[in-house]
């Protein structure tokens, strides 16, 4: 059975570095664009379970003021897991901020998110960073903490979308970005997969911002780093709604893998198919 590695000098397995900076400044201007034009009834629509459209823009401004060094949420309790520990630091900044008027909330948004593009666009996608639990590097490199936050976003925003009656924005730029990051969780995604050195797993994302992933067992590990041509021993196709919905646990593991087209190991398929690219 393969191990995923985390040591620094072995994060060629994470694949190909993405150059997500330029997109944070189009990105806020869409969100804005979305929230000044929400109605007072819109912004109490559930956006995700147990969270209205006011308190996702809330959780949003506060990892913008996270991000820039203006909001503690102290240290896990003891026995506290990472993921238990952030979920209440977000339930509590959104809490703090349900009496705040959506003007007022999105006046603070259009500072902090400002800023914060600001500092991304001058980042250095070489040097380490904060940690990528879900794509099992800690540190990571700055390329992916930082297409790791232009996901959280983004996907954000389409959570807003969908609860106010619109669609997913399927702008292939963005789109694009968003799965190839989210794909860089394959190899920690199957770290308990035992597999012949060697098995390759192809995952495809249909449509415009889609791909190919080939995702390799090595002997430390799985890979995306560039592998062996071969035929993969599983191939997985998904279109593009159901794998970044997939990936953010909007839909169930079992759903996707039923709506997935298969040639191959189904066992390496469903797999895939518990991929998870968000803190959960």
């Known amino acids: 059975m393969v191990t995923q590695p985390n040591d620094w000098s072995a994060l060629t397995w994470l694949g190909p570095p993405i150059d997500a900076r330029a997109l944070f400044g189009p990105e806020l201007e869409a969100l804005l664009g979305l929230l000044r034009g929400l109605g007072p009834a819109e912004w109490a629509r559930i956006a995700v379970p147990g969270w209205t459209v006011h308190d996702v823009t809330a959780h949003v401004l506060g990892d913008c003021a996270a991000r820039l060094g203006r909001r503690d949420p102290g240290a896990p ?60 590097a800690d540190p990571a490199p700055m390329w992916l903490d930082c297409a790791r936050e232009f996901t959280e976003y ?3 925003r389409q959570q807003i979308r969908h609860a106010v009656g619109l669609d997913t924005d399927a702008g292939p730029r963005a789109l694009s970005v968003v799965l190839d990051t989210f794909m860089r969780a394959l190899p920690h995604t199957l770290r308990d997969t035992g597999a012949p050195g060697g098995t390759q797993v192809e995952v495809t994302v249909t449509g415009p911002g889609g791909g190919v992933w080939t995702v ?39 759903t996707a893998l039923a709506r997935a087209r298969v040639q191959g190991d189904r066992r390496l398929a469903g797999a895939v198919c518990r991929i998870v690219s968000v803190v959960y």
């Open 77 to 136: 309790a003891p026995g506290e897991t990472l993921e238990a520990f952030i979920h209440r630091a977000n339930q509590e900044w959104v809490e703090r901020h349900r009496d705040v008027g959506s003007g007022s909330l999105v006046d603070a948004l259009e500072r902090a998110g400002a800023e914060l593009a600001g500092r991304f666009a001058a980042a250095d996608l070489a040097t380490p960073s904060l940690g990528v639990s879900w794509a099992g």
């Open 154 to 156: 983004w996907t954000h």
């Open 216 to 254: 390799t067992a090595e002997a430390g590990g799985w890979s995306l780093g560039e592998g062996p041509q071969g035929r993969p021993a599983s191939a997985v196709r998904l279109d593009a709604e159901t794998a970044w919905r997939l990936c953010t646990r909007g839909i169930e593991p079992d």
